[in-house]
């Protein structure tokens, strides 16, 4: 899988020369790199960290555009009962592709091509796989897969106060040693749809309705069907006040999966008798101020709160309710003519019930801090 790491900065070199030697095309080129550090703690003096470095560059030519995205990571555990472990990678690399079809039919139409690269770490050992942390914690929690393919397609249309998407997508994906116990990995395939509808009723305000639809295939193990998810499902209500000089979102979404199936000896895969995750709320306020033309505050909460699963108590497969609090505080800044900086941090606390990983109910308390720099060619 790592072969394909050395081409990441050859790539990387050969589109920027592309790009950046053909403003005769008016070609929009951007690069945008940074740093990002996560850090947490429990309140059993369990430990963990991950810093990582990302790298994009993004270009638009008239209806095209493109975006590529990688990032090297360092991740590290250090539990209060066990030698800490730690991990430096590139994660795969993310390729999009798209096309606008605009003015050409009653409906706007979005062409997308997104690939996954395998460019990061499979074939986990023991102790990296104790690494794949909660992502309530740590920003990153897929070190690598296989190749995969999305081909997705959105129809948009837009009127006096109202506009209306919906999408469909496809997503292909290949095989890969997820450890070293479990090889020939095939993960399955997902169809997904998505929707929106905005209306603007009341001048600057706008409302949003939107939802999410995912159906997964099953997952094989050397030819052998060996779990499959459960269908997903998300519907969300956002509200959108905007001012000259600030405006301010709130966002409230659900999110409901069903029930998993799982391989039961060698005649195939059961349906679980009860749905192993509990439904989930998410609150987003987001506040931004323009403090003058080159500098913009933003304010962000996030409360996060997940219901019990269905299993009883005392079942093995139990899984307590968990609630998460964030706050964060962010500014922008542009820098002269071609750069724009931002820097932010993010605080957060939460509380888990007991369950398949850890016996006791536990609190987490922890932070990130990040910046990112962006270049316009």
């Given amino acids: 899988m790592k072969r394909f790491a050395s081409i990441i900065p050859l790539f990387t070199i050969i589109i920027t020369i592309i790009f950046s030697g053909t403003t005769c095309f008016a070609i929009d080129l951007n690069a945008k790199t940074g740093f990002n550090y996560d850090w947490w703690e429990s309140d059993d003096n369990d430990q963990g960290s991950q810093f990582y470095v990302p790298l994009q560059i993004k270009g638009e030519y008239n209806e095209f555009s493109f975006l590529m995205l990688n990032a090297y990571t360092y991740t590290n555990s250090d539990p209060s009962d066990a030698e800490d472990i730690s991990l430096s990678s590139i994660i795969d690399t993310k390729l999009n592709l798209s096309y606008e079809m605009v003015d050409k039919l009653p409906v706007n139409i979005l062409f997308g091509l997104d690939f996954n690269l395998p460019t990061g770490h499979t074939n986990l050992d023991e102790d990296d796989q104790e690494l794949i942390m909660d992502p309530d914690l740590v920003s990153i929690t897929n070190f690598g897969e296989g190749f995969n393919v999305n ?3 959105t129809a948009v249309k837009e009127w006096t106060k109202w506009a209306a998407g919906l999408g469909v997508g496809y997503l292909w994906r290949g ?17 997904s749809l998505t929707g929106e509808v905005d209306y603007d009723f009341l001048p600057d305000w706008r409302a949003r309705l939107f939802g999410e639809y995912a159906h997964h295939t099953k997952d094989q193990v050397d030819g052998e069907d060996f779990f499959q998810e459960g269908d997903f499902l998300l519907a969300g209500l956002g509200v959108h006040y905007y001012q000259a000089t ?5 966002t409230v979404k659900s999110i409901f999966r069903d029930k998993n199936k799982f391989q039961e000896g060698s005649h195939g895969i059961d349906t679980e008798d009860k749905s192993s995750y509990g439904d989930e709320l ?3 306020l987001f506040y931004r101020y323009l403090l003058n033309d080159e500098t913009t505050i933003k304010t962000l909460f996030q409360f996060l709160h997940v219901k019990e699963n269905d299993y009883p108590s005392d079942s093995t497969y139990f899984i307590g309710k968990r609630q998460k609090i964030s706050l964060g505080l962010g500014v922008v800044r542009t820098l002269g003519s071609h750069f724009e900086g931002e820097l932010g941090i993010k605080g957060y606390i939460l509380d888990a019930d007991r369950n398949w ?5 536990l609190t987490y308390k922890g932070f990130s801090i990040g910046g990112k720099l962006t270049y316009r060619f």
């Fill in 357 to 361: 990983y850890h016996e006791d109910d």
């Fill in 175 to 191: 095989e890969y040693d997820f450890n070293q116990e479990t090889k020939d990995y095939d993960p399955g395939e997902v169809l």
């Fill in 246 to 250: 600030w405006d301010v979102s709130a």
């Fill in 282 to 284: 998410v609150v987003d």
């Fill in 151 to 153: 081909p997705t397609i």
